[in-house]
């Protein structure tokens, strides 16, 4: 980061120094002492130049040499830390933090296998410390976070000048930032025993924007730009009320911060009505010994989210919260170890649908200051999300803040080519980000490697794209859209497609499960001629899904068989459909089934004009008396159809061996043949086959104990007239 930024944060920002002539003790100091007071007093440029004499004398000295290089970080120029690290990075003597700057002063300048190498070094050395993980994780994935650079649209204002300006909010169409303008920041050494640093003071502005156009930015009221540094701000729904950070410059004067530097306070502020902001009172929970700065206020103005160096936190500066209970503050509370690391943590600002957005350099990010995103479950912050390039550059990338339609905010950034030190920028999401999970429907276990289809609104594939070996997968939609996500993979069916709206007003991550169902449910058979028993190729079978109106189709090959995937808690009609055959049908229900194979087989009689049964007594093949009348129709609708034939097929009961059976249904057919011979039917007009005891039409098969009425059934002819395929 810039200069100006590095003081604003070492001190919480809104710091000021005025540090008065040396005492003449320091005449007396080496080079190096002088060095070291400069270092604390952030004037890092002037510790260079004395760093850089005790060097010229001493040239082994690791004290300088790592001062130099932790003071090119203060003035955020990687090249200089790397330079200056290079040489002694592997020295034994070297603090495991070294380590870890080294890493993110190569992860700012691109050297990203470089980088890996030292976290891991420092992750060896200080294994307690995540932050390590959180940067070896980012740069894993650093393909996502550059993903795509059109994401966001980012604008720099025509309200920055050629100094800082950051912590911009909008408020009715008013823009209310802090600026540097028309002042100068200089660090000044002057000779060996005198030191004058100093900052111009920020100051609150506000310009009206119409149009993407902006007024001339004139200050804030007297009552809250004071002579000292005045810091972000956060307003009360109804704007009638204000919280603001100001250095604690009275406190510092007095000597009543044991270090001798300047705090940071918050201060609240009320407008009149006359528009004049006036009742400025401090915050309760302010203290001269730690800072406590950038507010930021929840939607319904009871919780207050705000940066603080106060002990018992997570590194230097942590985010914290309070509640409102009834009409005062309760006490802070940290907002946890998922949000705040051993790092820093600066400028929290809550949006509208509840999100904690803030800015860190102990997260994974691409150097400096990055923009995170947290969501709040259960009370606790978690799922910590960088916003990506290009919200996030390997610059210092900060104070963000977002309007209520979810759509457009503002940023600050020293990234190159702004026009000062630091500026704002406004951004427009132009896609929503979604990471989705597949799912097995039943289990809801994660399917892996599965397809995913999305399509648009009009039906048109969008894209296609697959999710990992755990089931996740994500995708940037454009806005103001309905899109439609299935996953497909093989042993897997499509379940009903996901709908996903982009046409939102929350700029956030969303989530989407598609579902897919395993196959373990069959339906399967075989499909027989009535009248050969032979397979059926070519015949059609469809499966209804009454349930979900849903419709498939295959047809058999030369072995006759079918298979269909079934859902559980279904209802289906499976139909078998042939040219020159009697469509058939049934229906099957799977209510509570889950994984089997249900066997079904069908047998599809030919096309008839005609047909009926006669049945034979028992080990008979006598025509009985009782069926000649029966046969006699069919030889009256021969003769008046002479295009037809007639199908004979003989059949037994299960009484008796096999082999008997079966000459004895060939007697039968034979018996029927000769009555039909002897009425005058020709036998180029006859087909007949005996089956034995094969088809059985009840359920008394070998060792099924049945009445006799119920064998009966089974010692029958079935006389079928059909018409000639010639």
């Given at each position: 980061?810039n200069?100006?930024?590095?003081?604003?944060?070492?001190l919480?920002?809104?710091?000021?120094?005025?540090?008065?002539?040396?005492?003449i003790?320091?005449?007396?100091?080496s080079?190096?002492?002088?060095?070291?007071?400069?270092?604390?007093?952030l004037?890092?440029?002037n510790a260079?130049e004395l760093?850089?004499?005790?060097?010229?004398?001493?040239?082994?000295?690791?004290?300088?040499?790592?001062?130099?290089a932790?003071?090119?970080i203060k003035?955020?120029?990687?090249r200089?830390?790397v330079?200056?690290?290079?040489?002694?990075?592997?020295?034994?003597?070297?603090?495991?933090i070294?380590?870890?700057?080294?890493?993110?002063a190569?992860?700012?300048?691109g050297?990203?296998?470089?980088?890996?190498t030292?976290?891991?070094?420092?992750?060896?050395?200080?294994?307690?410390?995540?932050?390590?993980?959180?940067?070896?994780?980012?740069?894993?994935?650093?393909?996502?976070?550059?993903?795509?650079?059109?994401?966001?649209?980012l604008?720099?204002?025509?309200?920055?000048?050629?100094n800082?300006?950051?912590?911009a909010?909008?408020?009715?169409n008013?823009?209310?930032?802090l600026?540097s303008?028309?002042?100068?920041?200089?660090i000044k050494?002057e000779?060996?025993?005198?030191?004058e640093?100093?900052?111009?003071?920020?100051?609150?502005?506000?310009?009206?924007?119409?149009d993407?156009?902006?007024?001339?930015?004139?200050?804030l009221?007297?009552?809250i730009?004071?002579?000292?540094?005045?810091?972000?701000?956060?307003?009360?729904n109804?704007?009638?009320k204000?919280?603001?950070?100001?250095?604690?410059?009275?406190s510092?004067?007095?000597?009543?911060?044991?270090?001798?530097k300047?705090?940071l306070?918050?201060?609240?502020?009320?407008?009149n009505?006359?528009?004049?902001?006036?009742n400025v009172?401090?915050?309760?929970?302010?203290?001269?010994?730690?800072?406590?700065?950038?507010?930021?206020l929840?939607a319904?103005?009871?919780?207050?989210?705000?940066t603080?160096?106060?002990?018992?936190g997570?590194?230097?500066?942590?985010?914290?919260?309070?509640?409102?209970?009834?009409?005062?503050?309760?006490?802070?509370v940290?907002?946890?170890?998922?949000?705040n690391?051993?790092?820093?943590?600066?400028f929290?600002f809550?949006?509208?649908?509840?999100?904690?957005?803030?800015s860190?350099?102990?997260?994974?990010?691409?150097?400096?200051l990055d923009i995170y995103?947290?969501?709040?479950?259960?009370?606790?912050?978690?799922?910590?999300?960088?916003?990506?390039?290009?919200?996030n550059?390997?610059?210092?990338?900060?104070?963000?803040s977002i309007?209520?339609?979810?759509?457009?905010?503002?940023?600050s950034s020293?990234?190159?080519?702004?026009?000062?030190?630091d500026?704002i920028?406004?951004?427009?999401?132009?896609?929503?980000?979604?990471?989705?999970?597949?799912l097995?429907?039943?289990?809801?276990?994660?399917?892996?490697?599965?397809?995913?289809?999305?399509?648009?609104?009009?039906?048109?594939?969008?894209?296609?794209l697959?999710?990992?070996?755990s089931?996740?997968?994500?995708?940037?939609?454009p806005?103001?859209?309905?899109?439609?996500?299935?996953?497909k993979?093989?042993?897997?069916?499509?379940?009903?497609?996901?709908?996903?709206?982009?046409?939102v007003?929350?700029f956030q991550?969303?989530?989407?499960?598609?579902?897919?169902?395993?196959?373990?449910?069959?339906?399967?058979?075989?499909?027989?001629?009535?009248?050969?028993?032979?397979?059926?190729?070519?015949?059609t079978?469809?499966?209804?899904?009454l349930?979900?109106?849903?419709?498939?189709i295959?047809?058999?090959?030369?072995?006759?068989k079918?298979?269909?995937?079934?859902?559980?808690?279904q209802?289906?009609?499976?139909?078998?459909?042939?040219?020159?055959?009697?469509?058939?049908?049934?229906?099957?229900?799977?209510?509570?089934?889950?994984?089997?194979?249900?066997?079904n087989?069908?047998?599809?009689e030919e096309v008839?004009?005609?047909?009926?049964?006669?049945?034979?007594?028992?080990?008979?093949?006598?025509?009985k008396p009782?069926?000649?009348?029966?046969?006699n129709?069919?030889?009256t609708?021969?003769?008046?159809?002479?295009?037809?034939?007639?199908?004979v097929?003989?059949?037994?009961?299960?009484?008796?061996?096999?082999e008997?059976?079966?000459?004895?249904?060939?007697?039968?057919a034979?018996?029927?043949?000769?009555?039909?011979?002897?009425?005058?039917?020709?036998?180029?007009?006859?087909?007949?086959?005996?089956?034995?005891?094969?088809?059985?039409?009840?359920?008394?098969?070998?060792g099924?104990?049945c009445?006799?009425e119920?064998?009966?059934?089974?010692?029958?002819?079935?006389?079928?007239?059909?018409?000639?395929?010639?």
């Amino acid at each position: 980061m810039n200069r100006l930024i590095t003081i604003l944060l070492v001190l919480g920002l809104g710091s000021s120094a005025n540090a008065q002539s040396a005492d003449i003790t320091t005449f007396f100091m080496s080079n190096s002492r002088k060095a070291e007071i400069y270092y604390e007093k952030l004037a890092y440029e002037n510790a260079i130049e004395l760093y850089e004499r005790v060097l010229a004398k001493n040239p082994a000295d690791l004290n300088a040499q790592t001062r130099i290089a932790e003071c090119y970080i203060k003035l955020n120029n990687p090249r200089g830390v790397v330079s200056w690290y290079r040489p002694i990075i592997e020295n034994p003597s070297l603090m495991p933090i070294h380590k870890y700057n080294y890493a993110q002063a190569l992860t700012a300048l691109g050297n990203y296998e470089e980088a890996k190498t030292w976290y891991e070094n420092y992750k060896q050395d200080v294994p307690d410390d995540p932050r390590s993980d959180y940067k070896l994780k980012f740069l894993e994935d650093l393909d996502f976070y550059t993903r795509d650079s059109s994401l966001y649209l980012l604008t720099n204002l025509q309200v920055n000048s050629e100094n800082s300006e950051f912590g911009a909010v909008e408020v009715d169409n008013e823009l209310i930032f802090l600026s540097s303008r028309d002042q100068a920041l200089f660090i000044k050494y002057e000779d060996d025993d005198e030191n004058e640093f100093s900052q111009a003071p920020f100051d609150i502005y506000i310009s009206t924007f119409t149009d993407s156009s902006f007024s001339q930015p004139k200050k804030l009221h007297q009552v809250i730009n004071t002579k000292f540094h005045e810091g972000p701000m956060t307003f009360y729904n109804d704007y009638s009320k204000v919280i603001f950070t100001r250095s604690n410059y009275y406190s510092y004067r007095k000597g009543e911060s044991e270090d001798g530097k300047i705090k940071l306070k918050l201060y609240s502020a009320s407008l009149n009505p006359g528009g004049e902001w006036s009742n400025v009172k401090p915050f309760v929970y302010n203290d001269n010994e730690y800072s406590t700065a950038h507010p930021s206020l929840s939607a319904d103005n009871l919780t207050l989210y705000f940066t603080s160096d106060r002990p018992g936190g997570f590194g230097g500066n942590d985010i914290y919260f309070c509640q409102r209970i009834d009409n005062s503050w309760s006490e802070p509370v940290n907002a946890g170890g998922q949000v705040n690391t051993a790092g820093d943590e600066f400028f929290p600002f809550i949006s509208e649908d509840g999100h904690l957005y803030f800015s860190s350099n102990g997260h994974g990010g691409f150097g400096g200051l990055d923009i995170y995103r947290s969501t709040r479950f259960d009370g606790q912050f978690g799922n910590i999300e960088n916003l990506g390039f290009p919200m996030n550059t390997s610059g210092d990338d900060f104070s963000f803040s977002i309007g209520k339609d979810g759509r457009k905010g503002f940023i600050s950034s020293n990234r190159p080519g702004g026009k000062g030190s630091d500026d704002i920028y406004q951004f427009e999401v132009r896609y929503k980000s979604i990471v989705g999970r597949v799912l097995e429907s039943r289990t809801k276990e994660f399917v892996g490697n599965a397809e995913i289809m999305i399509n648009d609104s009009a039906r048109q594939t969008y894209t296609i794209l697959k999710a990992d070996e755990s089931g996740y997968f994500q995708v940037d939609l454009p806005l103001d859209t309905y899109f439609d996500l299935q996953a497909k993979k093989d042993n897997f069916g499509l379940e009903v497609p996901t709908r996903i709206s982009t046409v939102v007003h929350s700029f956030q991550t969303d989530t989407a499960d598609v579902f897919m169902w395993r196959h373990e449910l069959f339906a399967q058979g075989r499909i027989f001629s009535n009248e050969t028993q032979e397979l059926l190729p070519d015949v059609t079978v469809s499966l209804e899904n009454l349930t979900q109106n849903t419709f498939t189709i295959l047809e058999t090959k030369e072995d006759g068989k079918y298979v269909f995937v079934l859902k559980p808690d279904q209802l289906y009609i499976i139909q078998a459909e042939k040219i020159d055959h009697v469509t058939s049908n049934f229906k099957l229900n799977t209510e509570g089934m889950i994984a089997d194979t249900l066997l079904n087989d069908f047998v599809l009689e030919e096309v008839y004009v005609t047909k009926d049964v006669i049945f034979f007594d028992f080990n008979k093949a006598i025509i009985k008396p009782d069926a000649q009348p029966a046969l006699n129709q069919m030889i009256t609708n021969l003769k008046r159809h002479k295009d037809t034939y007639i199908v004979v097929s003989a059949h037994a009961d299960a009484q008796g061996t096999f082999e008997y059976n079966l000459t004895l249904s060939n007697r039968r057919a034979l018996a029927v043949v000769a009555y039909l011979k002897q009425k005058g039917i020709r036998e180029d007009r006859i087909t007949w086959r005996g089956f034995g005891e094969q088809l059985l039409i009840n359920r008394c098969s070998d060792g099924v104990q049945c009445q006799e009425e119920e064998h009966s059934k089974n010692r029958r002819a079935e006389l079928k007239i059909e018409k000639s395929k010639n």
